[in-house]
Antibody, heavy 126, light 112 residues
């Protein structure tokens, strides 16, 4: 069965970076992409961006541009999301989700998120 | 404020039917597919409906989706206590530069 297994909880100090992993299994890794979605305590879902596992094309939410990097490693079927210059309001649960889509030279399009990881809690505190 | 507008909460009795609305614009719902996600307390979201009205394998037909113009609706019939959860709509928001995904603010369903 299709499964996404995320890395464990992290505690970081303000200004630090965090890198969350998402290991995929049960399907052809390069046939889809990954969205990263976060949820602050008691809040709704916030889309951070998307990466194609086929060609590493990325599409980041404007508010995270310059602070986030999404990558994939096809040899281990793992997607990564690194967030830098952490602030206290980055405290949240971070989810990866399998997501179809594509990017052309002009624009991108993302499909629905059909399989989700269980989430990684990132706490930013001094 | 979310680009997509959902009611913060809805409630109904067991066995009843409830609908959750999701309102957007021509830049998102009006020209793109809508999907719906169920998030039970303390768990990850789960895909309930995709492409406006399709159910993934394993999702009971008590859950239905529809879209009209710039709004979408999730229907849940035969309510069960296990349906108590937060529900989110989502879709692509198109723009000239680069589009992005948007979620509604979420609706908390209470089964009385």
């Amino acid at each position: 069965q299709v499964q996404l297994v995320q890395s464990g909880a992290e505690v970081k100090k303000p200004g630090a970076s965090v890198k969350v992993s998402c290991k995929a299994s049960g399907y052809t890794f390069t046939s889809s992409g990954f969205s990263w979605v976060r949820q602050a305590p008691g809040q709704g879902l916030e889309w951070m961006g998307w990466i194609s596992a086929y060609n590493d094309n990325t599409n980041y939410a404007q508010r995270f541009q310059g602070r986030v990097t999404m990558t994939t490693d096809t040899s281990t079927s793992t997607a990564y999301m690194e967030l830098r210059s952490l602030r206290s309001d980055d405290t949240a649960v971070y989810f990866c989700a399998r997501t179809g889509g594509y990017c052309s030279s002009i624009n991108c399009y993302n499909d629905y998120m059909d399989v989700w990881g269980k989430g990684t809690t990132v706490t930013v505190s001094s | 404020q979310s680009v997509l507008t959902q009611p913060p909460s809805v409630s109904a009795a067991p066995g009843q039917k409830v609908t959750i609305s999701c309102s957007g614009s021509s830049s998102n719902i009006g020209n793109n597919y809508v999907s719906w996600y169920q998030q039970l307390p303390g768990t990850a979201p789960k895909l309930l409906i995709y492409d406006n009205n399709k159910r993934p394998s394993g999702i009971p037909d008590r859950f239905s989706g529809s879209k009209s113009g710039t709004s979408a609706t999730l229907g849940i019939s035969g309510l069960q206590t296990g349906d108590e959860a937060d529900y989110y709509c989502g879709t692509w928001h198109s723009s000239l530069s680069s589009g992005h995904w948007v979620f509604g603010g979420g609706t908390k369903l209470t089964v009385l």
